[in-house]
């Protein structure tokens, strides 16, 4: 071999990488990562290629060296390891159709008259830089089927079947190349299936976009869940408050009168009375951690007004919770919410109860709620998972929180109570 041709085939070389960086910029923007990673990525998909290129290696040794290549650039990229391995085969269907093309092209080109004699190895780097050209042109055709969006996030099922359509695709054009009559058929076919798996790629970016729209819709519609329960919570509040003034203003009438016919000590033993009941009337944990003492406290008021027994034990360290407070209320809030919805609808006063326990460690945050609710001693147990009302509003927003922290959403449906354990780990251990 020459050093003109090992020349041509450095520059062949360089102008793979550079397919391949156009490539992944148009599937995933801009690189994410820089410097010297960059540099050994290059340099080791480089010396694949550069492999691949001057040396006859057999053919699923280069489709194998074609992909490790691709997947080694799309390293640089933030994407998901599937996205990774489906859009390096696709890179390796792309570059076996571009070469087939090149190559029936480059045969037409020899069985014209007075066509230039080439020998095999100038030949081979006609057919490449042919079939680069060609890639570029798909590349181009990606970047308008493309939508705008980084990363691709579909179940593991789509990924596999992508992955079997381009495995048989490449089997298919590996055949029309090895074992077909070379003419326009075999052309029209190698065409067709590129298109085909084009079409499908753009079906695939159309269901990720779906996927997520719906995936934020569904964000929204928990956050306007929970905005709901907020609204809710200010609401009891607010006739709180009412009923509190419309109760003092009989009271001060009480006292004004006594004041005005000279019963000093009358008037403060009444005012003794009403800052007791005050007291009683409003129950209050204080913890140090103001989302815990706010919800734990609203939760008390909204059972008592329910007449709901509630026993507590909370054994917290407020600097010891390293939660993000909106979480926190989040999962507070949600299973508070749902105790005391399915215990106040219970018929029996008497067999209304929520059973509340907190407590933190040095590793995570701890809850758990056992409430009474309707029985349903009737309905079969299997049943419970299928209907998500037995479970109450907000586990789904609970099970995510969960999972964000690496914890985990526990309950326990019986015919006549529901029990509900959170646990949190806090970030740092």
């Excluded at 550079?18 to 340099?43: D, M, N, Q, S």
């Excluded at 390293?75 to 190559?103: H, N, P």
């Excluded at 074992?179 to 326009?184: G, K, M, S, V």
Aim: glycine fraction near 4%; include cysteine; hydrophobic fraction near 45%.
């Amino acid at each position: 071999m020459t050093l003109l041709n090992n020349g041509l085939f450095i520059v062949n070389t360089l102008l793979q990488l550079f397919l391949l960086r156009c490539y992944f910029t148009v599937l995933f923007h801009a690189p994410e990562k820089a410097g010297w990673w960059t540099g050994i990525c290059y340099f080791v998909a480089g010396c694949l290629l550069f492999a691949s290129s001057a040396v006859a290696f057999p053919v699923l040794l280069t489709g194998l060296v074609s992909v490790t290549s691709s997947f080694l650039i799309s390293l640089l990229y933030s994407a998901r390891i599937q996205t990774r391995i489906v859009f390096s085969l696709l890179f390796l269907l792309m570059g076996a159709a571009a070469e087939l093309l090149s190559y029936y092209l480059f045969s037409w080109f020899r069985s014209l008259e007075h066509a230039v004699t080439l020998n095999e190895l100038e030949g081979r780097q006609l057919v490449l830089f042919a079939s680069t050209c060609l890639m570029l042109l798909f590349i181009l055709i990606l970047r308008y089927i493309k939508r705008k969006g980084a990363d691709y996030k579909l179940n593991g099922h789509y990924y596999f079947m992508l992955g079997l359509m381009l495995l048989f695709s490449l089997i298919i054009l590996n055949t029309l190349f090895f074992y077909t009559q070379r003419n326009w058929l075999s052309i029209l076919s190698a065409i067709g299936i590129l298109s085909i798996n084009l079409l499908i790629f753009f079906l695939f970016d159309s269901v990720m976009e779906q996927n997520r729209l719906r995936e934020e819709n569904n964000q929204l519609q928990k956050q306007m869940d929970y905005q709901d329960h907020t609204y809710a919570k200010t609401a009891h509040s607010f006739r709180s408050i009412k009923r509190i003034i419309h109760d003092t203003k009989k009271q001060l009438v009480y006292i004004r009168a006594c004041i005005l016919k000279q019963k000093s000590e009358e008037a403060v033993r009444h005012i003794n009375q009403i800052l007791d009941a005050t007291n009683n009337a409003y129950l209050r944990i204080e913890t140090g951690n103001l989302v815990v003492d706010a919800l734990v406290s609203h939760a008390l008021n909204m059972a008592q007004d329910n007449n709901i027994a509630v026993k507590y034990d909370i054994r917290i360290v407020a600097e010891a919770i390293k939660l993000d407070r909106y979480d926190l209320c989040v999962v507070i809030g949600n299973v508070l919410d749902n105790a005391i919805e399915a215990a106040s609808v219970v018929p029996s006063q008497e067999e209304r109860f929520i059973n509340l326990f907190m407590s933190t460690n040095t590793q995570a945050f701890f809850v758990r709620v056992l409430n009474s609710r309707q029985d349903r001693t009737r309905e079969r147990a299997q049943d419970f998972g299928k209907h998500p009302d037995y479970h109450g509003l907000g586990l789904t927003n609970i099970q995510r929180i969960a999972k964000k922290y690496g914890g985990y959403l526990k309950t326990k449906a019986e015919a006549k109570c529901y029990e509900t354990i959170v646990v949190l780990p806090f970030a740092d251990t």
